[in-house]
């Protein structure tokens, strides 16, 4: 490129466009929200795998978890909690 104005200008527009890269990364980890946890209170029975839309809810060792990063914070896990494990984080 010739001009070294344009030059100047594309290369902001390059660094603009990684900064809005970097923001949507950050949206995306939730780094804003904090997602649901289940706490040691969980009793496995499975209650509420099936409530969540995100399928966030999981089986895990000893009792259910929550993965953050699929969680969207909706809440609809944590009526149905029969000895109210799920709080929000
Ligand atoms: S509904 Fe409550 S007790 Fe049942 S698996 Fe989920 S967190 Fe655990
Ligand atoms: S708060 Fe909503 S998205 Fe998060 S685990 Fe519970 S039901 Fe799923």
Do not use: H, W
Not at 38 to 52: K, L, N, Q, V, Y
């Amino acid at each position: 490129m010739k001009n070294p104005r344009g030059r100047v200008i594309l290369s902001a527009v390059k660094a603009l466009r990684k900064r809005v890269g970097y923001i949507n990364e950050i949206m995306k980890g939730k780094c804003f929200t904090m997602a649901y946890q289940i706490t040691d209170e969980c009793i496995s029975c499975g209650a509420c795998e099936g409530t969540c839309p995100s399928e966030a809810i999981a089986e895990g060792d000893g009792k259910y978890v929550i993965e953050p990063d699929k969680c969207i914070d909706c809440g609809a896990c944590a009526g149905g909690c029969p000895v109210d494990a799920i709080v929000a984080g």
